[in-house]
């Protein structure tokens, strides 16, 4: 067989199994992931990348070693779930680094972790005041949870003894153009309805909507396929200043 058709035929078995795997070990953000899940992730990635160009070897070894990293990784995740103490040991735990504001620097040297790192991570979150922060917990996952003392937190409503009705998550009843009437119906609201709060926004068909959405407040969003923005194609030009 031709060697770029054995390429093509590994990569898109490689690629379908990576996608089944990636299905059955979860979801989960890239900012989440621990260590051993980045270092999982590369290892798994490489075996597949072997497999599709390693024309050298049979290719069924390389599966074989694919399929067995996956589920050696879905065990650890099973066990994990269910015995506390290998979840410690594998993902690490939650270590507190900042208490009462002040750092506690030989927790710091145990975790190998600089002041100037925390320093950064606070940065990241908009705190440049160490005077701000109560509590910090490195968390496994290598982010930085920080609980600000009580002068510099925000004032809320309930603060203030406001009450706040609740919006409630946004449904959409218009999507790309198309009506949504599941929706609409969920929502108790009709055609005819939405079409009067159409033509408040200079809409006549709903051909001419690209996005309305209401949330349980009755709050809607509409945006138009032909919004009146200047020089939209310039927005679209641009490049950035690099």
Same mark, same amino acid.
């Given at each position: 067989?031709?060697?770029?058709?054995?390429?093509?035929?590994?990569?898109?078995?490689?690629?379908?199994?990576?996608?089944?795997?990636?299905?059955?070990?979860?979801?989960?953000?890239?900012?989440?992931?621990?260590?051993?899940?980045?270092?999982?992730?590369?290892?798994?990635?490489?075996? @597949?990348?072997?497999?599709?160009?390693?024309?050298?070897?049979?290719?069924?070894?390389?599966?074989?070693?694919?399929?067995?990293?996956?589920?050696? @990784?879905?065990?650890?995740?099973?066990?994990?779930?269910?015995?506390?103490?290998?979840?410690?040991?594998?993902?690490?735990?939650?270590?507190?680094?900042?208490?009462?504001?002040?750092?506690?620097?030989?927790?710091?040297?145990?975790?190998?972790?600089?002041?100037?790192?925390?320093?950064?991570?606070?940065?990241?979150?908009?705190?440049?005041?160490?005077?701000?922060?109560?509590? @910090?917990?490195?968390?496994?996952?290598?982010?930085?949870?920080?609980?600000? *003392?009580?002068?510099?937190?925000?004032?809320?409503?309930?603060?203030?003894?406001?009450?706040? *009705?609740?919006?409630?998550?946004?449904?959409?009843?218009?999507?790309?153009?198309?009506?949504?009437?599941?929706?609409?119906?969920?929502?108790?609201?009709?055609?005819?309805?939405?079409?009067?709060?159409?033509?408040?926004?200079?809409?006549?068909?709903?051909?001419? @909507?690209?996005?309305?959405?209401?949330?349980?407040?009755?709050?809607?969003?509409?945006?138009?396929?032909?919004?009146?923005?200047?020089?939209?194609?310039?927005?679209?030009?641009?490049?950035?200043?690099?």
């Amino acid at each position: 067989m031709n060697e770029g058709l054995v390429v093509v035929v590994r990569a898109i078995i490689s690629f379908f199994t990576l996608l089944i795997l990636a299905r059955l070990l979860g979801k989960e953000q890239i900012s989440q992931l621990t260590f051993f899940d980045y270092i999982l992730g590369i290892t798994i990635g490489s075996i @597949a990348s072997e497999a599709t160009v390693d024309l050298s070897s049979r290719a069924w070894p390389h599966f074989i070693g694919l399929v067995s990293w996956a589920v050696l @990784a879905y065990l650890m995740q099973y066990i994990s779930l269910k015995w506390r103490y290998a979840a410690k040991l594998i993902e690490g735990e939650p270590v507190i680094v900042i208490m009462n504001g002040k750092i506690l620097d030989n927790v710091l040297k145990k975790m190998k972790f600089r002041v100037s790192d925390v320093l950064e991570l606070l940065r990241n979150q908009g705190i440049f005041d160490m005077n701000e922060v109560d509590y @910090a917990i490195l968390e496994p996952n290598g982010s930085l949870s920080v609980l600000k *003392k009580p002068e510099y937190l925000p004032v809320t409503r309930q603060d203030l003894k406001i009450k706040a *009705k609740p919006t409630g998550i946004s449904t959409e009843l218009v999507y790309d153009g198309k009506l949504i009437k599941q929706n609409l119906r969920q929502m108790n609201k009709d055609e005819k309805w939405l079409m009067n709060q159409l033509k408040k926004h200079g809409i006549n068909d709903v051909s001419e @909507a690209f996005l309305v959405l209401i949330n349980d407040a009755g709050s809607l969003y509409v945006d138009k396929y032909d919004d009146d923005i200047k020089n939209v194609k310039d927005i679209g030009d641009y490049k950035g200043p690099y």
